[in-house]
T-cell receptor, first 116, second 114 residues
Framework: DGGITQSPKYLFRKEGQNVTLSCEQN?????MYWYRQDPGQGLRLIYY???????QKGDIAEGYSVSREKKESFPLTVTSAQKNPTAFYLC???????????????FGEGSWLTVV | AQSVSQHNHHVILSEAASLELGCNYS??????LFWYVQYPGQHLQLLLK??????LVKGIKGFEAEFIKSKFSFNLRKPSVQWSDTAEYFC????????????FGQGTTLQVKP
């Protein structure tokens, strides 16, 4: 079945460690996104990529890094510089092009990251 | 910068009650607006969207939303809620740069009591 796969679903990290969250899609979508979801704050955009080998910072990019070496993959690294990394992370993908059609945005199941 | 504001953070209703969730956005140009729903333990799903045309938009599961340009609002409504509507609801607006940057509101948790 086509979709977005995020892994791991649950991850514990010690303070000072970098961790990488995986996001893979087989929908042939050009655009991919990473959001962070915190209670009472909705979804905030961390990074997004409209095309392979290109990505842009979202609203809360500090302490995160991404890469987009392949169309189907958009891994997110939560670095030790991220001061409050405990959160729920959502990956999404969509067709690109103009005008952009929001109805084709698909979300993964999410990854829970807890810093211990 | 664009922003989206949802007025109600937590709403509790009894079954069969009517629902209206507020959503206001800040942007003066052409907007694309969305409502997403996240049921417990499930993916975000698109409820409905507005791009142009009829400002009253019908979505899935009996939901509708009305785009009022003069009020910068896109409120979600349902005449009679069910227990299965218990979920978190997010309003979102497409970023003005048209790069597909979807901006979300803070979310509203709806709890429907049987």
């Amino acid at each position: 079945d086509g979709g977005i796969t995020q892994s791991p679903k649950y991850l514990f990290r010690k303070e000072g460690q970098n961790v990488t969250l995986s996001c893979e899609q087989n929908l042939n979508h050009d655009a991919m996104y990473w959001y962070r979801q915190d209670p009472g704050q909705g979804l905030r955009l961390i990074y997004y990529s409209q095309i392979v080998n290109d990505f842009q910072k979202g609203d809360i990019a500090e302490g995160y890094s991404v890469s987009r070496e392949k169309k189907e993959s958009f891994p997110l690294t939560v670095t030790s510089a991220q001061k409050n990394p405990t959160a729920f992370y959502l990956c999404a993908s969509a067709h690109s092009g103009q005008p952009f059609s929001g109805n084709t945005i698909y979300f993964g199941e999410g990854s829970w990251l807890t810093v211990v | 910068a664009q922003s989206v504001s949802q007025h109600n953070h937590h709403v509790i209703l009894s079954e069969a009650a009517s629902l209206e969730l507020g959503c206001n956005y800040s942007y003066g140009g052409t907007v694309n607006l969305f409502w997403y729903v996240q049921y417990p333990g499930q993916h975000l799903q698109l409820l409905l969207k507005y791009f142009s045309g009829d400002p009253l938009v019908k979505g899935i599961k009996g939901f509708e939303a009305e785009f009022i340009k003069s009020k910068f609002s896109f409120n979600l409504r349902k005449p009679s809620v069910q227990w299965s509507d218990t979920a978190e609801y997010f309003c979102a607006v497409l970023g003005s740069s048209n790069t597909g940057k979807l901006i979300f509101g803070q979310g509203t948790t709806l709890q429907v009591k049987p």
